[in-house]
């Protein structure tokens, strides 16, 4: 599920949302609706070529910092419970 607004992207898979993040995409909000996270980030052209190279397996982010946004998020979602 993809909604890119006038300047806000979001998106529910949370990898992509980990990877947005360790590539420094600005997280503006994160929305729990029954059992599922909503991602909103601001929406710029980096952002979307970001999200092209996610889905085209073209693009490489440092394993210890991906990994460890994956356990922030994973924190953030149990915590809104």
């Given amino acids: 599920m993809e909604q890119i607004s006038d300047k806000t992207y979001q998106h529910k898979d949370f990898y992509l949302c980990a990877f947005l993040i360790v590539k420094n995409c600005e997280l503006i909000k994160h929305e729990r609706i029954d059992h599922s996270t909503t991602f909103s980030f601001k929406d710029t052209p980096e952002l979307r070529q970001h999200v092209k190279d996610f889905y085209g397996m073209k ?3 440092e394993p210890m910092a991906y990994s460890g946004t ?3 998020l994973k924190t953030m979602i149990h915590a809104n419970r």
Avoid: A
Wanted: hydrophobic share 35%; charged share 15%; proline share 0%.
């Fill in 59 to 61: 693009s490489t982010v």
């Fill in 70 to 72: 994956i356990r922030n």
